[in-house]
């Protein structure tokens, strides 16, 4: 955030590294997270520069602009909002056209109202006029990379995701187009 702004994509980079108590990264760990829950404790712990509140029984974070500006709490719903709304802009600029549905990668903790909300922000605040898809991280990165189509249906697929100071797997195949889970 800077003097009331907020900035995201490379702009928030270029000002994380000037002024990190102003940022906000790896956000996605903590939607629809209660401050009460484990992985927010663990983030209080890991990350002492962000102030952590709660907004609508979930957790939210207060940063402070540039120069000893305002406080702003955001909710990571908040935060996917400015992304969703960056990237879109982006993404239009780049090919020329309006875009109007999205397919979001989503954490696999979300239950299905988290995935519900995120959707629907899409869909409202980011201003996808169609119904966003929701899909989970791990499927989206073995689409990407077509490895449903090389192994082909009924074959199990193992996708192993590290980062952001998590890291999981999962295996799921594709059975008539449509990923399942085996084993998260």
Do not use: W
Not at 42 to 67: D, N, V
Not at 72 to 78: G, M, S, V, Y
């Amino acid at each position: 955030m800077d003097n009331g702004t907020i900035l995201s994509g490379e702009a928030a980079m270029n000002h994380a590294a000037v002024s990190p108590g102003t940022a906000i990264s790896g956000f996605t760990r903590l939607l629809n997270q209660k401050l009460k829950d484990d992985l927010v404790k663990s983030e209080m712990k890991l990350s002492p520069s962000y102030k952590f509140s709660e907004r609508e029984g979930r957790a939210a974070i207060q940063i402070q602009a540039a120069g000893g500006g305002q406080v702003i709490e955001l909710c990571p719903l908040d935060l996917a909002d400015i992304l969703f709304s960056e990237l879109k802009h982006r993404a239009e600029a780049h090919l020329g056209c309006e875009l109007s549905a999205a397919i979001i990668a989503m954490p696999h903790h979300l239950n299905y109202n988290g995935r519900q909300d995120v959707v629907n922000m899409a869909r409202y605040d980011a201003g996808f006029r169609r119904a966003a898809k929701a899909i989970d991280r791990q499927i989206a990165a073995a689409v990407a990379h077509h490895r449903h189509t090389e192994q082909g249906d009924g074959k199990a697929i193992l996708v192993l995701r590290v980062g952001g100071r998590t890291s999981d797997a999962a295996i799921f195949k594709f059975i008539n187009g449509e990923a399942r889970y085996v084993m998260a």
